[in-house]
């Protein structure tokens, strides 16, 4: 680039989009056109793309009246393998949202590393944040572009979270693999535990929880979907490896501290253990 | 059949360096100044929505003088060239030395090629990890790349405060010593008359924070300005990463979170 005038694209008025930006000058960079292509050239199984990439599992989110809690845990599996102990799926998308992906790990990556770069392109270009559906409607643009890829068995499904600075609320927004853009009241969760997890979560929120109390259910959510999902990891007490846990409220985006998660995942296996007192099978 | 008149290329140039010269003295200054904590921007601006300072990237910020419509579109393509060139390479790969020198391109180009030169004058500034290791860019408007240290003030009428300014620099002001360096040079009036007192509203002030994780530009608002300008220490500046590095791995993004504004 060094030495060369800045190309005609990069000064034409116009989107204050990334993506759209990255569509008229480098469509090779989206993740969308690499989809439609492949869709046209492979007629595979639907599962031999699970078998050949890494998935992430179970993402869970929660509100509180403070804002929301998101938490994933940290296995990815290719196939019957473990591909991973420690990724990480729940990542900030702004200063006051945050994004957890579920499915094939390799496109959800590219998806959230293009998504943050939207956020913040628009903000730095417009001088401005982007509401929180705004946000929301962008991610689902992006899934939708994936759709190719996902008849392959290479879904991404993410779970979208914010604070809505204008509502003084905590919001969550879940997606499927069309780009169908849902907003979840109270809890949810997705991937391949998210069955188990939804149980949990169902059992266990409650109204008026607090910032603790919201990232104790979160983590219990996924030591039930761990429980009984083997593509979901449960807290490492040897490796010390607990879920990623993001607190999003009025004052931004936090990720609580390791030493905190260690804290918590200790006394809900302390609270599990004890109720197995006196137990034989 | 008419003949276009004769002019020599001594003189077009000429021509249009004035041209471009005229234009950039009859607004006001900026300042950028190099300071303990990082860079400071402080432009004379009564506008809260039409800005003459902008982030452009995680360490890098953008000043600019002249015309609004020439600038902000420079400005957008630096935030193009910056995000792009992040997203396609790693967020490290983006620097202000390219950044100037596309800027340089673009504008030399302008210059020689089309009948009107813009009318600019642009600051690319990237705050370093260190004092002493920050990089401030001055771009004029045919093209020209000086490498500046310390302070730099473009815009406006400054031939008798650039003097005072530089001499009045020193690598360990704190912020509102550099805030008040620089208000004396914009207050100044060129003409020799008494100073103007600029306040609060009438100033646009953003820095680049050394210490701050991922994005470093922050713009002072309000309070937070009136306070640093009556010299309070900056009890607003937000304590460091509230999240503890992501640790390399799976070669997933280690993007850190952003701090909201502190305002």
Known sequence: ?281 | MSMPFYVSPEQLIRDKADYARKGIARGRSVVVAEYAGGIAFVAENPSKALHKVSEIYDRIGFAAVGKYNEFENLRVAGVRYADLRGYSYDRADVTARGLANAYAQSLGAVFTSEPKPLEVEVVVAQVGPEVGTDQLYRLTYDGSVAEEHGVVIIGGQTESVVGPLREGWRADLDLPGVLALALRALSADPAGGPARTLTADQLEVAVLERARPRRTFRRLEGPLLQAVLDGKPVAGAPAAATVPPATGHSGLPSDTVDLPPAD
């Open chain 1, 1 to 281: 680039m060094t030495g060369a005038p800045l190309p005609a694209a990069f000064t034409t008025p116009g989107s204050s989009s990334f993506t759209d930006f990255l569509g008229a000058h480098a469509p090779e960079l989206l993740p969308g056109r690499r989809a439609a292509a492949a869709a046209q050239s492979t007629q595979h199984d639907q599962r031999a793309g699970e078998q050949l990439a890494p998935h992430g599992t179970t993402i869970v989110a929660l509100t509180f009246p403070g804002g929301v809690v998101m938490a994933g845990d940290r296995r990815a599996t290719a196939g019957a393998m473990i591909a991973s102990r420690d990724i990480e799926k729940v990542f900030p998308a702004d200063a006051w949202s945050c994004v957890g992906i579920a499915g094939s790990a390799g496109l959800a990556v590219e998806l959230v590393r293009l998504f943050q770069v939207e956020l913040e392109h628009y903000e730095k270009i417009e001088g401005a944040l982007l509401s929180l559906d705004g946000k929301a409607n962008r991610l689902a643009t992006m899934v939708r572009g994936n759709l190719g890829l996902a008849m392959q068995g290479l879904a991404v499904v993410p779970l979208f979270a914010g604070y809505d600075l204008a509502r003084g609320t905590g919001r969550i927004f879940s997606y499927d693999v069309t780009g169908g853009r849902y907003e979840e009241h109270e809890h949810h969760a997705v991937g391949s535990g998210s069955l188990f997890a939804r149980g949990s979560l169902k059992k266990l929120w409650r109204q008026g929880l607090d910032t603790d109390g919201a990232v104790r259910v979160a983590i219990e959510a996924l030591y039930d979907a761990a429980d009984d999902d083997s593509a979901t990891g449960g807290p490492d007490v040897v490796r010390r490896i607990w879920p990623v846990v993001a607190v999003v409220t009025a004052e931004g985006y936090v990720r609580v501290s390791e030493d905190e998660l260690g804290g918590v995942a200790a006394a809900v296996i302390a609270d599990r253990t004890a109720e197995q007192e006196g137990r034989r099978r």
